[in-house]
Every structure is written in C-alpha cells, then in structure tokens.
C-alpha cells in the first residue's frame, strides 16, 4: 500500500487524535514524490480513526497502526503494529477542514515530513480524503 508509506529530530507525537480527525475516511487523491497515483490503486481504501489508532482498510486487507497527535504542530504519528515497518513511526503533517483532511508522510519509517508537499525527488506521500 502507497499509503503506509525524514531524519526524526524528536520523539513522534503521542497525544490522543482529536475528535475533527475521528471517524472513516474515504481516500479522493494519492500523490508520490510528485506523480499522482492511479485512481484504480486507492480507489477501495478507507482509512477509520478513533483516538489511538488508525487503520487502514483495502477490501479484506487491514493495517492496523497506533496514532498520535501533537495538535498544536498538526503533526501526525502512524506506527504500524505489524509487518516489515512494524514499531517504526512515520512522522507526518496533517490539515482538516470540515469532511476533507490531508496527510503527508514519509515514504521512509523513522522519517518526517517537513511539509505538506509532495514534488519529485522528495521522499514524501500526500493524501487527500473525504469523511464517508
């Protein structure tokens, strides 16, 4: 999965997820380092967020991930609980207004986006989703 895709200079953030963040997410556009991702790659994914944990749902496929927040820095923590990455923080932003949130993370664990982009050469994943 694309999604669960820099140096981390603190410790991620452990803060529980706000309440605007909870709830299921329908993914509308996947961007890596600058190419857009086909629609038919995210077309299925729906992401569910409550207060400690965001999973990642692709038809029977589940990732489940521990979830901080630092709200104030709108910084985001996904940690994967199991597989390859499993324990390893991918440190990214976020942005939510009303139904539609964006999210920006390293494609690299133990990394952090520096910002809410993602251009060629730049290890990062933008995603943008609609509450379902």
């Not at 600058?34 to 038809?59: C, F, M, N, S, W």
């Not at 991930?65 to 199991?82: M, S």
């Not at 990214?92 to 494609?107: A, E, K, M, N, Q």
Request: aromatic letters at 4%.
């Amino acid at each position: 999965m694309a999604l669960l895709l820099f140096l981390v200079l603190a410790a991620p953030p452990e803060g529980p997820v706000p309440a605007e963040l909870h709830g299921r997410w329908r993914v509308t556009a996947e961007v890596v380092e600058g190419v857009p991702t086909p629609e038919a790659k995210y077309r299925d994914l729906v992401v569910e967020i409550d207060a400690r944990t965001l999973r990642l749902r692709d038809g029977d496929a589940v990732l489940e991930c521990r979830a901080g927040v630092d709200a104030n820095l709108r910084e985001i923590a996904v940690t994967p609980k199991t597989g390859g990455r499993a324990d390893r923080p991918f440190v990214g932003l976020y942005f939510v207004s009303g139904d539609l949130l964006r999210i920006c993370l390293p494609l690299d664990a133990g990394q952090r986006a520096e910002d809410m982009t993602s251009r060629a050469g730049k290890r990062q994943v933008l995603i943008s989703l609609k509450r379902d």
